[in-house]
């Protein structure tokens, strides 16, 4: 027998390559998802550029009030606010509905990434995507005259967390129990209704029976949270407290309802 025989008779087959951990598979997905929101053209003016219009808009001109304040510091705090919405609740109610109808959703529940995966991989998505939007439209504020108060940091990041949250639960309860025409068409509507329930328009400068709707309603409480904590660096507790109980009723509700195939 030849050397180069023997050498190959006493070979170790190759070692087949390892799977990628979990980590590494939800980051993986994470990072795809957040491509292909920021690839996608409707989304990106839903989240940069309409808001931005909204912010240059507000910034320079006396109508509507906003209310005692700086109005480019109001107006910031509110498209902020308005930023979280269109990522976190228009943006993965329209991606995640489409999804479920193609088949997407239920090819991703059996494959090493499961069903939990998926959705760590959207969380990191809408995260991504949020921090891209704050520091457009941050800088774009800037550009405009808006100050930040460093005491309005923590609680602002906390209140954009807790709104993301609990749009995200209503943007899956949406996805995951109507059509996917319907799903876009009533993303859309409601995006555009809460633009004057709370997010760019503070809530007391509503008509009377409109402000008790506004603060129950996660809009306000986020646009609220969000011009408290932003303009006055205080902790807007009540509002943090809306925001927790929609994004736990909303993530219960999905939980039973939830279908991953259409």
Not at 33 to 59: D, F, K, M, Y
Not at 111 to 126: D, E, N, S, W
């Amino acid at each position: 027998m030849s050397t180069e025989a023997a050498g190959a008779a006493g070979a170790s087959p190759a070692t087949p390559p390892r799977a990628a951990g979990r980590r590494a598979r939800v980051v993986a997905q994470g990072l795809f998802e957040t491509r292909s929101l920021l690839r996608n053209g409707e989304q990106l003016l839903v989240s940069i550029v309409l808001p931005g219009l909204a912010l240059v808009g507000l910034a320079l001109s006396n109508t509507p009030s906003l209310g005692p304040g700086r109005r480019i510091d109001l107006a910031t705090a509110g498209v902020l606010a308005l930023a979280v919405v269109s990522t976190a609740f228009t943006g993965q109610a329209i991606s995640t509905g489409f999804d479920r109808r193609y088949g997407v959703l239920r090819l991703f529940g059996v494959t090493p990434l499961g069903r939990g995966g998926l959705l760590l991989g959207k969380a990191i998505a809408v995260a991504a995507v949020l921090a891209v939007q704050v520091v457009v439209l941050g800088a774009l504020g800037a550009a405009l005259g808006w100050h930040l108060r460093a005491g309005g940091i923590v609680p602002g990041v906390i209140t954009l967390a807790l709104g993301a949250a609990a749009f995200v639960s209503l943007a899956m309860l949406l996805a995951g129990t109507l059509r996917a025409e319907a799903v876009l068409a009533l993303a859309n509507l409601i995006w555009v209704v809460l633009l004057g329930l709370g997010l760019l328009l503070p809530v007391a400068r509503l008509a009377g029976p409109l402000q008790g709707l506004a603060t129950a309603l996660p809009s306000g409480a986020l646009g609220e949270a969000m011009r408290a904590s932003l303009v006055s660096g205080s902790w807007p507790w009540a509002q943090w407290g809306v925001l927790v109980l929609w994004g736990a009723l909303a993530a219960l509700v999905t939980t039973r309802l939830f279908r991953w195939s259409a």
